[in-house]
């Protein structure tokens, strides 16, 4: 699946969909409520409410914050369910303890929240260079890279790392070229 890092619910809403519709993805038992009918008006209208936040500036500042929690979670459900992870109940505390049950869960959050920091610091770096005009352009590249890769990842797995690569070197690079355009200007302006 695509990073939760960049927008938490784009590949959680993907992988409750194609569980529900398509025979591509089949979750595991344990994981099954995802692709319930709840699960998926809720994780529809989390998306909903992320994609509008995220486009308006200062709004997007608190929605870092907020998802600085979401997304990990949503990262690590997302890849535990992904890749078949079998989850245990309340009711089985021996195995809850058992640290390989948590192995994927807590990858996905870890990888998750890597994504999320680089895409909140470059937000922010972005945001108090432009004076935040640049939030709804930057949402709407994350949005398109968070699909993106999720469709890399249900249809060419193997680009993934790939892509993510590319994703991340765009995130680091976009607040550098915002920082020289505008030390260009400012240097333009005293010449004149």
């Given amino acids: 699946m695509g990073p939760p890092g960049l927008n938490a619910f784009i590949p959680m809403l993907a992988l409750c969909l194609l569980d529900r519709f398509a025979p591509l993805v089949d979750l595991p038992l344990a994981w099954a409520w995802l692709s319930s009918d709840v699960a998926l008006w809720v994780v529809g209208i989390l998306l909903v409410l992320e994609v509008v936040a995220d486009k308006i500036p200062a709004v997007d500042a608190v929605n870092d914050v907020v998802q600085t929690v979401v997304r990990p979670a949503a990262g690590g459900i997302t890849f535990a369910s992904g890749v078949g992870a079998e989850t245990?109940?309340?009711?089985?505390?021996?195995?809850?303890?058992?640290?390989?049950?948590?192995?994927?869960?807590?990858?996905?959050?870890?990888?998750?929240?890597?994504?999320?920091?680089?895409?909140?610091?470059?937000?922010?770096?972005?945001?108090?260079?432009?004076?935040?005009?640049?939030?709804?352009?930057?949402?709407?590249?994350?949005?398109?890279?968070?699909?993106?890769?999720?469709?890399?990842?249900?249809?060419?797995?193997?680009?993934?790392?790939?892509v993510l690569l590319a994703v991340l070197a765009g995130l680091w690079a976009v607040p550098r070229r915002f920082r020289a355009g505008r030390r260009g200007g400012r240097g333009a302006s005293m010449a004149a």
Wanted: proline fraction near 5%; glycine fraction near 4%.
């Fill in 88 to 162: 245990v109940t309340v009711q089985d505390p021996d195995t809850l303890l058992d640290f390989q049950v948590w192995v994927p869960i807590l990858i996905g959050a870890a990888m998750a929240l890597l994504v999320h920091l680089t895409k909140a610091g470059t937000r922010a770096a972005a945001n108090t260079v432009t004076m935040g005009t640049a939030a709804p352009v930057l949402s709407t590249a994350e949005d398109a890279s968070a699909l993106a890769l999720t469709a890399t990842a249900l249809f060419l797995p193997v680009l993934v790392l790939v």
